[in-house]
C-alpha cells in the first residue's frame, strides 16, 4: 500500500512541474505575442522611436493655409534651394497668420522688384541644421512672431531651439547675408523677443545683417506700415549692398485662374478648409478638421454697451469618432464671411453672374504652394477661403490703383497710398475693407464697377482665411461628446469715430451676430479642430490651484473645475483651489449659478471664488489684479509653501498686472530679490507649476 502511494506521490508531483513548466513557458510565449502585436499596432508606443515626419507635429496652426508641402519633398534647405533655383530664401514661423502673409507678400515682391526665384519657407518643414549649409552668395530672410511669454511659434520652435543651442559654431553662419522682421504686440511682457533672439544667435554664428532688424507692434496696429519701411530699406540694401538690379515691374500675378468647363462640381472645393485638403494622414489622424453643428447656443452676460454679448455655445461632435479633447485644450474655428459682404464685393467686381461657375487656380511658379483650393469657385473663394473683411494695407491700395475703372478714381488712390500720414488719418475715420474701399470710390463715380480687377490680384493680396483659437470650456469627464465654448462679441470702434464699431468676424458669427435665416442655417457646417494645449490641471488632484481669469478667460477654469468636481465625487482627494474672476458687474458674472452649485456641492469647504467687479454699482470698483493683491498673503503662502500652481487666462494687460502682484507676493513670502524671485517664476513654468494663456485685446 505504501508502494502505491509513494508511486502516486511521484507521479503527481512530476506532473504539477511539468504543469508548471509548460505554463511558465505559455506565458512567456503569450508575453512575446501580446507585445509584438502592441508593437505592430501601435509603433513607436512601446520602444520610443524617432520619427522621420516628427517636424509636422509642429507645423504653423494653420496647417498648410499656404499650401501642403509633398512628402517626398526634402527637409534639406540647401537642397530645396538648388532644386527650386531659388535665389533668396524667406522663413517663416507664424502662429495667427500674419508673419506668414508678410513672408509669402515679400516673395512676390522679390519677383517683381528684382526678378529673383524666392522660396518661401515653412520653418518646421526643414531640418533647421541645413541653414548652414546655404550656398554663399543667396540671401536669407527671417520674418516671425512672438507670442505669450516671448514664445515662438508653434512651427518655429525647432529652429528657434537649434539656433540658440551650442551646436551652432561661432563661424557656422559666416557665409549667410540675412535680414529679419518680427511681428509682436507691446502689450505683452516679451515684446518681440522671438526676432531678438535670433538676431542675437545669428549675429553670434558670424551671419551678416544686411539691414536693421524690423519690429511690428500689434498693440498700435502699425505693423504694416513698419514692414513696408522695413521692406523699403531691405530692397535698397539689395541694390546697394547685394548688387541686385531693380526693375519694379508692377504687379506680376502669383496665380492663373482660368474656368474649368469639365469639371464637375462634386470635384470643386467649395466648404472644407484647405488645410482639411492638405494635411498630411498623420495631422489628419492626430487632430483632424471636422465639420459639426452648434447643438445650443444662448447668451449668458448683458453689459451696459449693447454691442457686446457673450454666448455659451456647445458643438456637437457624436457623430465624429475621431475626435478627443482634453480638459484645457482650445478648439480652433473656421469663419464665414457674411454673406451681404460676400454678394456685395461679387457685384463689385463684375463676378456675380459667373460666380459659380468652376474655377481652376494654379501656381505660375510650379514651386510655389496655394494658399486657395486649386480647383472651387469665385463664391466659395470669397465666403470661406478668403478674409475678404481684412483690412487693406496701404501698399494694396498702391497696387490696386493700376485697375481703376477711371482716371479719377486711379489718381485718388495714388494719393491715398503716397503718404503714411494721410493714409493713417483715412484709417482713423473709415472702416477699411477691399469692397468698402471700392464703395468708397463710388462716391465721386457713381456705381462704377471694378471689372477689370482680375481675380488673381484678390487671391494674391487678401490674406487666405485662419481659424480662430477658444479655448474649451467644457471637460471630456462631463461632456465627452460634446465641446462647448464661451465666445464673447466686443467690436472694436474706429478711433477717429467712436460710434462706428467694427465686428470681430467670426465671434459675431457664432454668438448670433447673423440674424438673417439661411445664415443661420450655416451654423450646422462650421468646420473646427482641437488643438492641444499645454494649459493642464496637475497630475495629482491634491495640488492645491490658484486661477486668475477675466471675462471669457473663465472658459479653461469651468472645465477645470468640472474635472475636479468629478474626481470628488468618485471618493478621491481634491486639493483646495482658489478662481479669482474680473468682471463688471453682476450681469456678466459668467457660469456664477454653476460656480455656487460647486461650491456648496461637491467642491464645498475646497473652492473660493473671489469676484472684482469694475463697474457694478453695488460693489467697490476693483479689478481682478487688485483681488490677488488683497489676498497677496494666501497666494504666497500656496505658491511656496504648499507647491501650488498658478494659472492665468484673459487679455495680456491683465496678464502683466496680475504677474506683477504675484511675484510681489512671493517676494514678500521668501524674502528673495526680485531676480531670484523671476528665477522662481521661470522654474515653475518649466516644471508645469506657471500658465498663462493670454490673448491681445483684439477682436476675432
Known amino acids: 500500500m505504501s508502494a502505491v502511494t509513494s508511486f502516486w506521490q511521484v507521479f503527481y508531483t512530476k506532473m504539477e512541474a511539468a504543469a508548471l513548466e509548460t505554463t511558465i513557458a505559455d506565458c512567456l510565449v503569450l508575453v512575446i505575442v501580446a507585445t509584438a502585436s502592441a508593437y505592430l499596432y501601435n509603433p513607436g508606443k512601446l520602444i520610443r522611436q524617432a520619427d522621420p515626419t516628427i517636424a509636422k507635429l509642429f507645423e504653423r496652426p494653420q496647417l498648410g493655409l499656404a499650401g501642403v508641402r509633398r512628402v517626398n519633398d526634402s527637409r534639406n534647405i540647401a537642397e530645396k534651394m538648388e532644386e527650386t533655383e531659388a535665389d533668396v530664401v524667406v522663413f517663416w514661423g507664424s502662429q495667427s497668420g500674419l508673419a506668414e502673409s508678410l513672408a509669402h507678400r515679400l516673395g512676390r515682391e522679390m519677383i517683381r522688384r528684382f526678378k529673383l526665384r524666392p522660396l518661401v519657407a515653412d520653418l518646421s518643414d526643414y531640418e533647421p541644421q541645413t541653414i548652414a549649409l546655404i550656398p554663399e552668395g543667396k540671401l536669407a530672410l527671417f520674418v516671425m512672431s512672438t507670442y505669450g511669454e516671448g514664445d515662438p511659434s508653434d512651427n518655429a520652435q525647432e529652429f528657434v531651439t537649434w539656433v540658440k543651442s551650442r551646436d551652432v559654431g561661432a563661424s557656422a553662419l559666416k557665409h549667410i547675408r540675412y535680414g529679419a522682421f518680427g511681428c509682436g504686440n507691446r502689450n505683452y511682457r516679451f515684446y518681440n523677443k522671438v526676432i531678438r533672439d535670433v538676431e542675437n544667435c545669428l549675429d553670434k554664428a558670424g551671419a551678416v ?107 456637437g461632435i457624436a457623430s465624429q469618432r475621431r475626435v478627443k479633447y482634453r480638459t484645457g485644450d482650445h478648439l480652433l474655428i473656421w469663419p464665414i464671411n457674411p454673406a451681404e459682404e460676400v454678394e456685395t464685393l461679387l457685384h463689385m467686381v463684375g463676378l456675380d453672374e ?269 479689478y481682478v489684479n487688485h483681488q490677488v493683491e488683497a489676498k497677496a498673503e494666501q497666494v504666497g503662502q500656496w505658491l511656496v509653501a504648499q507647491g501650488a500652481a498658478i494659472y492665468i487666462c484673459g487679455a495680456a494687460t491683465m496678464a502683466t498686472l496680475v504677474r506683477e502682484v504675484v511675484l510681489e507676493a512671493v517676494k514678500a513670502e521668501t524674502g528673495w530679490s526680485m531676480d531670484e524671485t523671476e528665477a522662481w517664476r521661470l522654474d515653475c513654468k518649466k516644471s508645469r507649476k506657471w500658465h498663462e494663456d493670454v490673448w491681445s485685446e483684439t477682436c476675432k
Open 354 to 622: 459667373t460666380k459659380d461657375a468652376i474655377l481652376r487656380i494654379a501656381p505660375l511658379d510650379e514651386h510655389m504652394a496655394l494658399k486657395v483650393p486649386s480647383l472651387t469657385t469665385a463664391h466659395a473663394l470669397f465666403s470661406r477661403h478668403l478674409e475678404i473683411c481684412a483690412p487693406v494695407s496701404r501698399e494694396t491700395i498702391a497696387t490696386l490703383a493700376a485697375f481703376a475703372p477711371t482716371a479719377e478714381t486711379q489718381s485718388e488712390l495714388i494719393a491715398l497710398s503716397r503718404d503714411r500720414d494721410s493714409y493713417s488719418e483715412f484709417l482713423a475715420n473709415n472702416h477699411v475693407t477691399l469692397l468698402r474701399l471700392l464703395q468708397y470710390t463710388q462716391k465721386s463715380e457713381g456705381m462704377t464697377l471694378w471689372r477689370n480687377l482680375p481675380l488673381s490680384f484678390m487671391i494674391d493680396f487678401l490674406p487666405a482665411m485662419k481659424p480662430r483659437s477658444y479655448s474649451i470650456s467644457s471637460s471630456p469627464v462631463q461632456s465627452p461628446r460634446e465641446i462647448s465654448l464661451s465666445v464673447s462679441v466686443k467690436p472694436t470702434p474706429l478711433v477717429g469715430k467712436p460710434d462706428v464699431l467694427i465686428p470681430g468676424l467670426t465671434s459675431s458669427f457664432l454668438s448670433g451676430g447673423i440674424s438673417r435665416d439661411e445664415d443661420m442655417s450655416r451654423l450646422s457646417s462650421i468646420y473646427m479642430q482641437v488643438k492641444t494645449s499645454s494649459f493642464k490641471l496637475p497630475i495629482k488632484p491634491a495640488v492645491p490651484i490658484i486661477m486668475v481669469a477675466a471675462g471669457t478667460g473663465i472658459a479653461p477654469f469651468r472645465a477645470f473645475l468640472q474635472d475636479r468636481a468629478h474626481v470628488a465625487t468618485v471618493g478621491h482627494e481634491v486639493g483646495p483651489m482658489i478662481l479669482f474672476f474680473g468682471c463688471q458687474s453682476e450681469d456678466d458674472y459668467l457660469y456664477k449659478d454653476e460656480l455656487d452649485s460647486l461650491k456648496h456641492g461637491p467642491l464645498v469647504d475646497r473652492l473660493e471664488v473671489v469676484p472684482a467687479f469694475s463697474r457694478s454699482p453695488d460693489h467697490e470698483k476693483m
Open 209 to 315: 545683417p544686411i539691414l536693421p532688424t524690423g519690429h511690428g507692434n500689434e498693440a498700435e496696429g502699425t505693423t504694416e506700415e513698419v514692414f513696408v519701411e522695413w521692406k523699403h530699406m531691405l530692397f535698397s540694401a539689395c541694390k546697394t549692398k547685394l548688387g541686385f538690379t531693380d526693375h519694379d515691374a508692377g504687379y506680376i500675378p502669383s496665380v492663373k485662374v482660368v474656368q474649368d468647363l469639365t469639371a464637375a462640381m462634386d470635384d470643386a472645393e467649395l466648404y472644407r478648409p484647405l488645410a482639411a485638403i492638405t494635411a498630411s494622414p498623420m495631422i489628419s489622424r492626430k487632430a483632424p478638421i471636422f465639420c459639426a453643428p452648434i447643438k445650443m447656443r444662448h447668451t449668458i452676460a448683458s453689459y451696459s454697451d449693447k454691442s457686446r454679448t457673450c454666448a455659451h455655445l456647445v458643438a
